[in-house]
């Protein structure tokens, strides 16, 4: 029995990487709608806000159904919703590889919604099961697997769409049988460790490393790390969704030259990403926020109004810095709130997706009513609102606690 209570605590790094590819695969399975918007743009004659619409639609249902899902699995763990969740989205991308109406498509993002809704939570929450005393580490390998799906949406767009059209979107259908079964199986560990769990009559608790806190700080805290992911969601969604439309337009590169930019600056931040955690660890949660706040800022000011050359560098730049904290306001937000792991890793994540969503519906009426430039400029300035970092509590590095 010891023996059992002592390996509540070991890291276990097999499950620890194949959530982080499960993660992969059904990021990249989000990945694909963004990946379509300039085929859509001209295949179906769309404009922005139509595409804006489109993104509004997946993000903000997957952003409403996260929190429900992550406060559910707090009450009572749902191993097996895992490759359920990969089934709904396999079947939404079925749909719209195959549509050519705008109202088809907007319910096969539901369907890709769902799915994510139900993963993001309950992958968290295996995450942190497999972290044993690496916290910050395992949230960094589990969001490096997303974002690493994300970052490969260029790419689908430039080698695969470009060639293939929308039809090519029946590939990806390959890749989520895969993670299916990789879930399924995830789904039969994850069930064990709860059978384990209460035979041990012990279960995980995160270890904060803030000092103790009030209600109202906490409450103060939370508000302003949800303006931290608000404005930085709304930021990379700008970039990631449409600064494709803008290096065509104002630079004139083609649309291949384009796409594989934006892959730069997500490929960037899967770097970022990862090496965020480990250093939280080192040198703590609040000090990793602050260096993907103030080291990026004037870059991201300055990026519309530079030449391409400058614009390369500052994409690498911006990328790398901006995402080093993504996992690390995760932890963050769950170390405020200890007892409550699903909830609040449904609440950042659906929150970033929400505001991804409000995004990409806002900025594609801008660009529909005041230009592709004026766009640019005025989101451009959307970064200072990240400085709030300065006021979140202090912690204590992993290694100090």
């Not at 096969?108 to 309950?122: K, Q």
């Not at 640019?376 to 606690?401: H, Q, T, Y």
Request: glycine fraction near 8%; hydrophobic fraction near 55%.
């Amino acid at each position: 029995m010891n023996k059992k209570i002592e390996n509540l605590n070991n890291p276990v790094y097999p499950i620890m990487i194949a959530i982080a590819v499960a993660h992969l695969i059904n990021d990249t399975m989000q990945a694909v709608i963004p990946a379509m918007f300039p085929i859509l743009k001209s295949d179906l004659g769309l404009t922005f806000t139509q595409i804006g619409l489109i993104s509004f639609a997946l993000n903000m249902f997957a952003s409403a159904l996260q929190p429900v899902v992550g406060f559910a699995s707090d009450k009572k763990p749902m191993p097996y919703a895992l490759p359920i969740g990969m089934i709904s989205s396999f079947i939404g991308i079925a749909i719209i590889a195959f549509t050519s109406q705008y109202w088809i498509i907007i319910i096969a993002v539901l369907f890709l919604g769902f799915g994510s809704a139900i993963f993001h939570p309950e992958g968290s929450r295996v995450s942190f099961m497999a972290a044993g005393s690496k916290r910050g580490l395992a949230q960094s390998v589990y969001q490096v697997g997303g974002n690493s799906g994300q970052a490969l949406a260029p790419l689908i767009s430039a080698y695969i769409f470009a060639l293939l059209g929308q039809r090519g979107a029946a590939i990806v259908l390959v890749v989520a049988a895969i993670g299916i079964v990789i879930l399924s199986k995830i789904a039969v560990w994850y069930k064990k460790q709860l059978e384990q769990e209460r035979m041990a009559k012990k279960k995980r608790v995160l270890i904060s490393n803030l000092p103790p806190l009030t209600k109202k700080q906490v409450g103060i805290a939370l508000t302003l790390l949800f303006t931290i992911i608000f404005a930085r969601s709304f930021y990379t969604t700008n970039i990631t969704s449409f600064y494709v439309f803008y290096l065509m337009d104002h630079y004139g590169v083609s649309l291949r030259l384009g796409q594989i930019l934006i892959f730069t600056f997500m490929a960037f931040g899967v770097v970022g990403t990862f090496f965020g955690g480990s250093l939280s660890d080192r040198i703590g949660r609040k000090n990793v926020i602050l260096l993907s706040v103030v080291v990026p800022m004037p870059f991201c000011l300055a990026l519309p109004y530079v030449p391409l050359w400058a614009a390369m560098i500052f994409l690498v730049i911006i990328g790398t810095l901006i995402m080093i904290s993504f996992s690390v306001t995760v932890v963050y937000a769950q170390e405020l709130v200890p007892t409550k792991i699903g909830t609040m890793a449904g609440l950042t994540t659906g929150f970033a997706f929400g505001m991804g969503a409000i995004g990409a519906m806002v900025i594609g009426v801008l660009m529909d009513h005041r230009g592709i430039d004026f766009t640019m400029m005025v989101v451009s300035l959307l970064p200072l609102l990240l400085l709030v970092a300065f006021f979140l509590p202090k912690d204590k590095p992993a290694s100090a606690v």
